[in-house]
């Protein structure tokens, strides 16, 4: 089985400083694990996503997260918050027919 | 391509009254998703869809809800009857899923509001 669990429901940073949105995940084998994003009153987008190739992953707008199977972690990090970002992230690991989204985190910017 | 679309993008309705959503996936994809969003629960997977077969309903929440795909290109989900406690934003997305294995990335429409008065 599979799960997701991410560890803030809500993170605060002030525009310009780094951005760490937590993840961890338990799957009995290797997993796909995607970061999406949504934007108040859109629907969810596509950040990222690993699939057993490199641990790093690049994602758009400048997130990246990284794949650490002896952690069971992929979080999510960027070095400089921009207003922009402010949205709701949410961390998900396949097979996704197993309700595997995870909560959500709220991440809010300030100036 | 225009991404996934969803129609009504708002629906205000009374208890007791059907609501059908509807949604066309992105052309050439092969499954489709509908998904509800509360702030009580969260994102749940409703049901999928591959090739036009549903594969898993086990979230479909119960007997009022019920989903078809009749084909390639257009999907719906319908209610009946509505309750107050189904509002909330239905997400409809699809994949390009060549065996189903999770790893593929789905798009999403930009949802339904629904309000059940």
């Known amino acids: 089985a599979q799960s997701v669990t991410q560890l803030d429901s809500h993170v605060s940073v002030s525009e310009g400083t780094p951005v760490l949105l937590r993840c961890n995940y338990s799957?009995?084998?290797?997993?796909?694990l995607f970061w999406y994003v949504q934007h108040p009153n859109k629907g969810l987008q596509l950040l990222l996503k690993?699939?057993?190739?490199?641990?790093l992953v690049k994602g758009i707008n400048g997130f990246e997260a990284e794949f650490k199977k002896s952690e069971t972690s992929f979080h999510l990090t960027k070095p400089s918050a921009h207003m922009s970002d402010a949205a709701e992230y949410f961390c998900?690991?396949?097979?996704?027919?197993?309700?595997?989204f995870g909560k959500g985190t709220s991440l809010l910017v300030t100036p | 391509d225009a991404g996934v679309i969803q129609s009504p993008r708002h629906e205000v309705t009374e208890m007791g009254q059907e609501v059908t959503l509807r949604c066309k996936p992105i052309?050439?994809?092969?499954?489709l998703f509908w998904y509800r969003q509360t702030m009580m629960r969260g994102l749940e997977l409703l049901i999928y869809?591959?090739?036009?077969?549903?594969?898993?309903d086990s979230g479909m929440p119960e007997d009022r809800f019920s989903a078809k795909m009749p084909n390639a290109s257009f999907s719906t989900l319908k209610i009946q009857p509505s309750e107050p406690r189904d509002s909330a934003v239905y997400f409809c997305?699809?994949?390009?899923?060549?065996?189903?294995?999770?790893?593929?990335?789905?798009?999403f429409g930009p949802g339904t509001r629904l309000l059940v008065l």
């Open positions: 997305a699809s994949s390009d899923t060549k065996d189903y294995g999770g790893s593929e990335t789905q798009y």
């Open positions: 998900v690991v396949t097979p996704l027919e197993a309700l595997n």
């Open positions: 799957s009995s084998y290797s997993p796909s």
């Open positions: 690993y699939t057993s190739a490199a641990t």
């Open positions: 869809f591959n090739n036009n077969v549903p594969i898993d």
């Open positions: 052309s050439g994809h092969n499954s």
